[in-house]
T-cell receptor, first 116, second 107 residues
Framework: DAGVTQSPTHLIKTRGQQVTLRCSPK?????VSWYQQALGQGPQFIFQ???????QRGNFPDRFSGHQYPNYSSELNVNALLLGDSALYLC???????????????FGDGTRLSIL | DAKTTQPNSMESNEEEPVHLPCNHS???????IHWYRQLPSQGPEYVIH???SNVNNRMASLAIAEDRKSSTLILHRATLRDAAVYYC????????FGKGTRLHILP
């Protein structure tokens, strides 16, 4: 039973470029959340997708956008990359259920994005 | 704006119990208390969660204060593999991680 998988594992971009990160949720999960983790900090919530719609959003600019597909996989897109976007980007999946906050999140090992 | 407060770091000896504290004085009635840990170069790993009652699983125990304003993650017998950053978070709608507690295990 595969857990959460993310691709690519590492990526190098330059300022102003655009990037797409991908996530496949754990089998049976229907909700995907994205996080940004700067070095030495805890993960920061970007947004959450359920039923192909963005349900919750953290304090991130519109340059950060996402998508969820019918098979529950998800993409994170970042436009006009800045040096400060260099971070580990984590995807987590969960089963929404009747009480979403009662559901554990399962994380992938992330995509390390470096901006030059 | 993390809703929880944890010590920056803690040390424990191998094969001894570890009690990791977390304060969440502004917790609301519908917030679940979740604990995750993160090993170097890995994503966070779910440890345990609860609402009001104490919880046990194969990894750890979670003790929740009666007023729910604090909780303690208990590792019953620490091993070197338990060295990680431990995050205590409250989940209602948005999920907000703090900086966590870096746990060092001494052999």
């Amino acid at each position: 039973d595969a857990g959460v998988t993310q691709s690519p594992t590492h990526l190098i971009k330059t300022r102003g470029q655009q990037v797409t990160l991908r996530c496949s949720p754990k089998s049976g999960h229907d909700t995907v959340s994205w996080y940004q983790q700067a070095l030495g900090q805890g993960p920061q919530f970007i947004f959450q997708y359920y039923e192909e719609e963005e349900r919750q959003r953290g304090n991130f600019p519109d340059r950060f956008s996402g998508h969820q597909y019918p098979n529950y996989s998800s993409e994170l897109n970042v436009n006009a990359l800045l040096l400060g976007d260099s971070a580990l980007y984590l995807c987590a999946s969960s089963l929404r259920g009747c009480h979403p906050s009662n559901q554990p999140q399962h994380f992938g090992d992330g995509t390390r994005l470096s901006i030059l | 704006d993390a809703k929880t407060t944890q010590p920056n770091s803690m040390e424990s000896n191998e094969e001894e119990p570890v009690h990791l504290p977390c304060n969440h004085s502004t917790i609301s009635g519908t917030d679940y208390i979740h604990w995750y840990r993160q090993l170097p170069s890995q994503g966070p790993e779910y440890v345990i969660h609860g609402l009001t009652s104490n919880v046990n699983n194969r990894m750890a125990s979670l003790a929740i204060a009666e007023d729910r304003k604090s909780s303690t993650l208990i590792l019953h017998r620490a091993t070197l593999r338990d060295a990680a950053v431990y995050y205590c978070i409250l989940i209602d709608d948005k999920i907000i991680f703090g900086k966590g507690t870096r746990l060092h295990i001494l052999p």
